[in-house]
């Protein structure tokens, strides 16, 4: 049972922009760092951009650095992406999830391979040409 859920993923034009949100139902995701991961078809997954419990420090991936921007809003228990400048290789399903012990670093860095505690079931974002 997921209990992360993602949404705002959908079909838009290569230098499109699209926000996804990452909400919880019984978690308080203040308590968590928060990732957002990536996996094209083909592909294995990757970290695209983790934030900080108090989203004081991020780390974004190569990427797409410069174009998204993760946030959140802790009153609210959600946690941004906001894709600019969007291009056909971001075409993925976008999975939020949370760790409770690590930093934003680390757990980008993994890949989302080491003690994540909730997944989301993903969004999926298309980006044509």
């Known amino acids: 049972q997921s209990q992360l859920v993602e949404s705002g993923g959908g079909l838009v034009q290569s230098g499109g922009s699209l926000r996804l949100s990452c909400g919880a139902s019984?978690?308080?995701?203040?308590?968590?760092?928060i990732g957002w991961f990536r996996q094209a078809p083909g592909k294995e997954r990757e970290g695209v951009s983790c934030?900080?419990?108090?989203?004081?420090?991020?780390d974004t991936a190569d990427s797409v650095k410069g174009r998204f921007t993760i946030s959140r809003d802790n009153a609210k228990n959600t946690v941004y992406l906001e894709m600019n400048s969007l291009k056909p290789e971001d075409t993925a399903v976008y999975y939020c999830?949370?760790?409770?012990?690590?930093?934003?670093?680390?757990?980008?860095?993994?890949?989302?391979?080491?003690?994540?505690?909730?997944w989301g079931k993903g969004t999926l974002v298309t980006v044509s040409s």
């Open positions: 019984g978690i308080t995701l203040a308590h968590y760092v």
């Open positions: 934030i900080s419990r108090s989203g004081e420090s991020t």
């Open positions: 999830a949370a760790q409770l012990i690590t930093t934003p670093q680390n757990m980008c860095l993994a890949g989302g391979r080491f003690d994540i505690d909730y």
